[in-house]
Each structure stands twice: as structure tokens, then as C-alpha cells.
């Protein structure tokens, strides 16, 4: 699986085809698993992570039969895909043309699938898939920039802009009245300290300001 062999090895009308082996199954119906370098059916441990499984209860584990991608003589379908194409068209695959189901939902690359400018309009040309019931389904674009987009954008703009500018005009008022606290508290120590001074009796000068002082004035004796 996932190698590629001339066409000339399944028939001689094949010549000059590439093909590319992409899966198949074995005539039990058991389908190829890549990884699985083996020419028969194993049975393996399988989670949710893996191929060829579907997990029906949370944490679910379960051992299934699967086929080695080697091709033998048991496989019954095998899977194909050009790689390059023959002289001799084959009918049916090479003859047909058929229509784009998917095409791409990024507008920059819708612009250089069908090399538009920027000033075309990118949902006509998005590729609609047919329904059953006749209608067409156009996928959702992505980053398509239009009128709508561009003045939303200038609404989100405009109101970043008015709450940046109200929290600027907020801390102005904050550190404002942070300031007229701090003064006015700075005023209030200085007039508490200055009332303090008042209430205090004024010193006697004849007083002695030392203890040398105070000694020796009671040596000295008192004269009558």
C-alpha cells in the first residue's frame, strides 16, 4: 500500500499508466491497514485514535481482524489512483470530467485560484456543491473582509478608544483627590504640632538649663 507500479503489470491496455495503490480489502472484506507489514489478517488492540474502529462506550478498547497492507494473492478489491496518465484513455475514468464538489473556503486563495484583484467580490466565484434536492450549498468563507466587517471593526475600535480615555480621565480624578487628601492631612499635622507649642508654658530664664549649673548655684551660699 502506497507504492507505485506501471499499468503495464495489471493489462497491456494500461500502458504508460503510473498507479498508486491507496487501500483495498480481502475477499472476506477485512479492508487494508497501513503500518501493518504483513502479507495475511492479524487482530490487534484498537482505540478511538485508530483506523477501522469506532469507539462506542468512553475509554472502549477492543481486538479486531484487520489485513497487512502487503498485496497477495487473497485480496479481492484493490484501490487505485493515477499518477500519470497513458495513451489509451480509459473509459469511464479518463474520459469524464467531473465537477469540483470542494473547492477552497479561504477568499486569499479563491483570489489566486481564479487570479482576482482586490476589488472583486469572492463570493461569486466560491465553488457550490449540488444537493439531492436540487439546491446548491456554498460553503462559509473565511477571512472575507466586507463593508460590514470594516465597520464593525471601527465600532470595536471606537469603543476601545472611549474606555481607554475614561480610565485615563478616572486615574487623573483618583491621583487628584489622592493629593488633596495627603495635603491636606500634611496641613493638619503641621497645625496640631504648632498648637502644642502654644500650650506649653514658656521657660523660666533665671532657671538653671544644666546640671553644673544647678549645682553650683546650691553651693553658693545665701548672703542676708
Known amino acids: ?19 498508486k495503490i491507496t487501500g483495498g480489502n480481502d475477499k472476506d472484506g477485512f479492508c487494508m491497514r497501513q503500518g501493518i507489514l504483513k502479507n495475511g489478517r492479524v487482530r490487534i488492540l ?22 497487512g497492507c502487503i498485496v497477495g494473492k487473497d485480496i479481492g478489491v484493490l484501490a487505485l489512483s493515477i499518477v500519470k496518465h ?7 475514468v479518463t474520459t469524464v470530467k467531473r465537477a469540483r464538489s470542494l473547492g477552497p473556503k479561504r477568499a486569499s486563495t479563491i483570489r489566486k485560484l481564479y487570479k482576482l484583484e482586490k476589488t472583486d467580490d469572492v463570493r461569486k466565484f466560491v465553488v457550490r456543491k449540488e444537493m439531492k434536492n436540487g439546491k446548491k450549498k456554498a460553503p462559509k468563507i473565511q477571512r472575507l473582509v466586507t463593508s460590514e466587517r470594516i465597520r464593525r471593526k471601527k465600532v ?22 489622592v493629593g488633596d487628601y ?13 498648637g502644642k507649642k502654644e500650650e506649653k508654658k514658656p521657660a523660666d530664664p533665671k ?8 549645682k553650683k548655684q546650691m553651693k553658693t551660699p545665701i548672703l542676708q
Open 86 to 92: 497513458g495513451e489509451i484513455p480509459i473509459e469511464g
Open 156 to 177: 470595536i475600535r471606537k469603543i476601545g478608544l472611549e474606555r481607554l480615555n475614561a480610565t485615563k480621565k478616572s486615574v487623573a480624578e483618583y491621583k487628584k483627590l
Open 46 to 67: 484498537m482505540d478511538k485514535n485508530q483506523k477501522c474502529y469506532r469507539q462506542r462506550r468512553k475509554g472502549e478498547r477492543k481486538r479486531k481482524s484487520v489485513r
Open 1 to 19: 500500500r502506497g507504492n507505485e507500479f506501471p499499468g503495464e503489470t495489471l493489462e497491456p491496455k494500461f500502458a504508460g499508466y503510473i498507479f
Open 207 to 214: 532657671a538653671p538649663t544644666t546640671t553644673a549649673q544647678a
Open 182 to 194: 495627603r495635603s491636606k492631612k500634611k496641613q493638619e499635622t503641621a497645625q496640631a504640632k504648632e
